[in-house]
C-alpha cells in the first residue's frame, strides 16, 4: 500500500523520554504501516528508531547549525521538503513551540502533549499530595497520534529479540551465567543508589555467580565502574567501550537489567528486557515507568514525602534518612534472584 500520510514526531530530548518514543512508534509502525514517520530528535539517539519500519530520522543539532529562531527555520525548510501531513509535538518545549509555529503558517494540523503538569503538581506538591498514579508517558504521546485521527493500542508488553552481540563483547557471553545489567547512575544526583550501598549489591551478586555488565556514565563513572570491575569477579565495565547502537545489541542479549529511575530502564524497556529498578524522591506514578515494566519490579520505600519530584532534581523530603539510604542492599540483592529464578 503506499504512503498516504506522513507525520513529523518532535521529541528533541531527554535520554529516557526519546527512547519511550521508539516504543511507542514501534507500536504505531505496526499499525499503520502506510504512515510514514519523520522523527525529530537529537543525532545522539537515532540508534533508538533503527530498524522501526517507516521511520525517518532526522537529527537536530541544536547547539550548530540549529541553534536560535535562525536556526530552527532551518530546520523547518529541512522537514518541509518532506511535504509532511501533520506534527506530532511530543516536547512541547519552546524550541518544538517554535517550530511548530512555522509548520502552522502552512496551513498543517499541529496536536501537542499534554504532560498533565498541575496533575503532577498534585503527586508532589508536601500539602494535600494526591497520591495516585497518573497517566504513563507512553500513553501520553500515544494521545497526541489519536488527536491525529489514528487509533493506537499500546500492548504495554516487552517484545525481546535478541540482537547480534558485537564482536568486541562476545566474550562477555561464552558461559552459561545469568546475565545482569547494572546501570547504577542518572543525570539527577537524588536519582542515585549510595554507591557505597551499590557496590554491595554488586559484592553479592558477583558472589552469587551472576555476571554484571555495568552501563551509562561519563568518565567520572566509568571510572567508579572500572574500580568495581577489577574488585568483583566476573564484573565488567561497558562505559566508553561500546556506543549505543552496541549497547542496544548487548542488552537485548542480558536476562536482567537493574537501573534506576533513569534512561536505562527505558533503553532495557525498549529493547524487551525486565528491569528491577530503584526509586527515590521519584515515583512510578508520575509516568515513566519502562514502557512494560511492572510497578512490583520496583524497590521504593512508602512514605507520606513521596514522591517530592518529578524529574530528580530535587533532594528527597523523607527527612533524616535520605529515601534512597532506607533501601538496603539486601532487598535489591533478593527482588533480583526472585525475578530471576521465577
Not at 68 to 89: C, H, M, R, V
Not at 193 to 206: A, G, N, Q, T
Request: with cysteine; charged share 20%; glycine share 6%.
Amino acid at each position: 500500500m503506499a504512503t498516504t500520510k506522513r507525520i513529523i514526531v518532535l521529541r528533541f530530548s531527554a535520554m529516557g523520554d526519546v527512547a519511550m518514543v521508539a516504543s511507542v512508534l514501534k507500536e504505531f509502525s505496526e499499525q499503520h504501516p502506510s504512515t510514514e514517520l519523520i522523527m525529530v530528535s537529537r543525532e545522539a539517539f537515532e540508534p533508538f528508531f533503527n530498524g522501526i519500519d517507516n521511520v525517518t530520522f532526522h537529527a537536530i543539532k541544536p547547539k550548530t547549525i540549529h541553534k536560535g529562531l535562525n536556526g530552527l527555520y532551518k530546520l523547518f525548510q529541512e522537514l518541509k521538503n518532506y511535504n509532511p501531513t501533520s506534527i506530532a509535538d511530543l516536547h512541547d518545549n519552546l524550541r518544538s513551540r517554535a517550530l511548530c509555529t512555522f509548520f502552522r503558517l502552512s496551513g498543517l494540523k499541529i496536536k501537542r502533549i499534554d504532560k498533565g503538569r498541575a496533575e503532577k503538581k498534585g503527586l508532589t506538591r508536601s500539602v494535600n499530595k494526591i497520591f495516585k498514579p497518573l497517566r504513563h508517558t507512553v500513553e501520553r504521546y500515544a494521545d497526541v497520534f489519536r488527536q491525529l485521527d489514528f487509533d493506537v493500542n499500546l500492548s504495554h508488553k516487552l517484545n525481546n529479540a535478541p540482537q547480534k552481540i558485537p564482536a568486541k563483547a562476545k566474550n562477555l557471553f561464552l558461559n552459561n551465567a545469568k546475565k545482569i545489567g547494572i546501570s547504577p547512575f542518572a543525570q539527577h544526583i537524588y536519582k542515585v543508589y549510595p554507591l557505597e550501598k551499590m557496590e554491595r549489591v554488586i559484592s553479592s551478586l558477583s558472589l552469587a555467580g551472576y555476571e554484571l555488565l555495568i552501563f551509562g556514565g561519563g568518565k567520572t563513572e566509568q571510572a567508579t565502574a572500572e574500580k568495581w570491575a577489577k574488585v568483583y569477579l566476573n564484573t565488567y565495565n561497558l562505559i566508553g567501550n561500546f556506543n549505543l547502537t552496541e549497547e542496544l545489541a548487548i542488552i537485548s542479549n542480558l536476562d536482567l537489567m537493574l537501573s534506576m529511575d533513569s534512561s536505562g530502564m527505558h533503553m532495557a524497556a525498549l529493547v524487551g528486557v525486565p528491569v528491577v529498578s530503584i526509586w527515590g524522591p521519584t515515583h512510578p506514578y508520575a509516568g515513566f515507568l519502562g514502557y512494560g515494566q511492572s510497578e512490583t519490579d520496583c524497590i521504593q520505600i512508602d512514605h507520606p514525602a513521596r514522591p517530592n519530584s518529578i524529574y530528580g532534581n530535587k533532594p528527597c523530603l523523607c527527612g533524616v534518612e535520605n529515601c534512597m539510604d532506607l533501601i538496603h542492599p539486601e532487598i535489591v540483592v533478593n527482588k533480583i534472584k526472585e525475578k530471576l529464578n521465577g
